[in-house]
């Protein structure tokens, strides 16, 4: 019952593909970032040539994907997907570059886990449009250099941090997504049942919107749960959005299981910590990059959880929240 910020099914992607905003108008919230892609979109138009390469940074569910989409839609280029995990090869890469029409926009998610020697051949690729392929091993090898078809690279990384410098320097614009204020969730809510034909009361989304972990993708999939809670029982409104949300383990904070396991751990086996970040994700089980990139942000953004150099410590806020009390301050 897990509400992670990753889709896990087609049936979730489906439902995704179906709410995603198809236009920078229709993009709620994140008003700099869309400014700025709408000014170098537009520059690139009056210069007729391809937008500069954009990296688009933050945690999952806030938007990446969809803004690379929105770039191809309103740029009027082609798209391509591609994905970190699936360049496990510089030649993985050199396949998907050297089949690229002019203009296209090329968009790699995740684009912190490519394979490194993909990363040195993406590094001439952005810069000249040009690769250079390795044929033959040992002292026969030689480079045959290739020419490319003009593209933009739109890169999506759940933290910047993790890029090396010489890919991180090669993007003309990086936009940092920012998680969205209640109202904009209740804006991105509002959207969603009407697209979805939901009768659902305002004050009903407005109470998802305060539960999603600051995320688009987590409001829209509560509102999922909520329309199935609804469709079951019968029940509607504030009612339903409760009994769903409780059924599926999202407390008043939006907090979900994982969440919650993380400040467990620092709270009751570290008494409030300091705790080191590898020692945390293997007491819950998580990759380290999962805990920092996925879960701390948010914990840092609502204020439960600070990171010092020595550690991640919890906040008198997170004390309250869980309704415990400090051993060390009980004991003095
Ligand atoms: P990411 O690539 O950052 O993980 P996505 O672009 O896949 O996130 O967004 C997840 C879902 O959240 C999309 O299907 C879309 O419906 C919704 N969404 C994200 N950002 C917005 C937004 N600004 N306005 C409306 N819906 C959004």
């Known amino acids: 019952a897990i509400v992670r910020p990753t889709p896990e099914s ?4 489906a439902f995704e593909g179906a709410l995603r905003p198809k236009t920078l108008a229709e993009f709620v919230g994140q008003a700099k970032v ?3 892609l709408q000014l170098l979109l537009q520059a690139a ?12 940074a933050g945690p999952p569910g806030l938007g990446k ?3 690379a989409m929105i770039v191809a839609q309103e740029s009027g280029r082609p798209l391509r997907m591609s994905s970190g995990p699936a360049i496990q090869h510089a030649g993985d890469l050199a396949a998907v570059l050297s089949s690229l029409v002019p203009g296209e926009i090329l968009f790699i998610d995740e684009i912190h886990r490519m394979a490194r020697s993909a990363e040195e051949m993406l590094y001439l690729a952005m810069e000249d449009f040009r690769i250079d392929i390795m044929v033959g091993k040992g002292a026969g090898a030689t480079s045959i250099p290739l020419d490319l078809a003009p593209f933009t690279l739109v890169g999506a990384t759940t933290r910047s941090g993790l890029l090396p410098n010489p890919l991180r320097d ?6 940092h997504l920012e998680f969205y204020s209640e109202a904009e969730l209740e804006q991105v809510l509002v959207r969603a049942a009407a697209l979805l034909d939901l009768p659902i009361d ?5 109470e998802i919107a305060g539960r999603c972990r600051g995320t688009p993708r987590i409001a829209n999939r509560l509102l999922r749960r909520v329309r199935d809670y609804s ?5 509607h409104g504030l009612e339903a959005v409760h009994a769903a949300l409780s059924l599926y383990d999202v407390d008043e904070l939006g907090l979900d299981r994982l969440d919650r396991a993380v400040m467990d751990i620092i709270l009751t086996r570290f008494d409030g910590g300091p705790v080191g970040l590898n020692t945390l994700a293997v007491s819950v089980g998580e990759e380290a990059e999962t805990i920092e990139s996925v879960v701390e942000p948010f914990l840092v953004r609502i204020g439960l959880l600070t990171r010092t150099p020595r550690g991640r410590v919890a906040t008198r806020a997170a004390w309250k929240h869980f309704g415990l009390s400090s051993a060390s301050s009980s004991a003095s």
Do not use: K, M, S, Y
Not at 170 to 175: E, L, P, S, V, Y
């Open 34 to 36: 869309r400014a700025q």
């Open 170 to 175: 090669r993007f003309g614009f990086t936009a």
């Open 10 to 13: 087609d049936a979730e992607l």
């Open 202 to 206: 305002r004050a009903a989304l407005a």
């Open 65 to 67: 994907t969809t803004l």
């Open 45 to 56: 138009t009056l210069q007729n040539r391809t937008p500069d390469h954009i990296l688009l």
């Open 231 to 235: 469709l079951v029982h019968e029940r």
